[in-house]
């Protein structure tokens, strides 16, 4: 089973609103992980959160985790049509290394 | 510094023929990892490898699924006796150590007619 899933599977926006993004794992994590992938190519690492950490922020991207609810969010701010894509978070379990679980991802459309 | 390479991109088979798809990490990284991606679902772990070694298979199926990283060349995933439900896009990743950021190759996506 999977561990991380992703809450809506496919959200649809128009150019300059903000995208939220959620994802609910169930065991404990060493540090959860936002992917992005264009249809069709490789997975691009957007950013990473520790378990000691409750918020992050990269550019238009601001993730928070909430290891209590076993859950994080991905929010895209201000967004642009290039930004459509899928996106995914994976967690590390304690110990598991690089051996990422990955949710089934949420399918992003910003329309201009 | 060239990212992840893998090839073949696209690979088409008959049930019963073997699939060799390579992956020649990142310069300097010698952790490697193959996932496989199923249409419209996320990727699952399938085998973590360093030179020479296998890590951890957890995700391997038991049988016609082979994986080596030689000490020379790239990590080759083996798929024998390829079956319809083989067919996916197959995502290697390679990191310096092995935590943190993962770097992703482009896929190669196998299909078995």
């Known amino acids: 089973s999977q561990q991380g899933e992703e809450d809506p599977q496919a959200l649809s926006i128009q150019e300059g609103e903000n995208a939220t993004m959620n994802c609910s794992y169930k065991?404990?994590?060493?540090?959860l992980q936002w992917y992005r992938q264009n249809s069709g190519r490789g997975l691009v690492h957007l950013i990473l959160?520790?378990?000691?950490?409750r918020e992050k922020h990269s550019g238009r991207l601001r993730v928070t985790l909430d290891t209590s609810k076993k859950s994080s969010s991905l929010l895209i701010t201000a967004s642009r049509a290039a930004d459509t894509a899928s996106y995914f978070c994976?967690?590390?379990?304690?110990?598991?290394?690089?051996?990422?679980?990955f949710g089934g991802g949420t399918r992003l459309m910003v329309k201009p | 510094n060239a990212g992840v390479m893998q090839n073949p991109r696209h690979l088409v088979r008959r049930r019963g023929q073997e699939a060799r798809l390579r992956c020649s990490p990142m310069?300097?990284?010698?952790?490697v990892y193959w996932y496989r991606q199923l249409p419209e679902e996320g990727l699952k772990f399938m085998v973590y490898?360093?030179?020479?070694?296998?890590?951890?298979e957890s995700g391997m199926p038991k049988e016609r699924f082979s994986a080596e990283f030689p000490k020379e060349g790239p990590s080759i995933l083996r798929i024998q006796q390829v079956v319809r439900g083989d067919s996916a896009a197959y995502f290697c990743?390679?990191?310096?150590?092995?935590?943190?950021?993962?770097?992703f190759g482009e896929g190669s996506r196998l299909t078995v007619l």
């Open positions: 959160i520790r378990s000691n950490e």
């Open positions: 994976a967690t590390e379990a304690p110990d598991a290394g690089n051996m990422l679980t």
């Open positions: 310069k300097g990284h010698s952790h």
């Open positions: 990743a390679s990191s310096p150590d092995n935590t943190g950021e993962l770097f």
């Open positions: 065991t404990s994590i060493n540090n």
């Open positions: 490898l360093q030179k020479e070694n296998i890590i951890d």
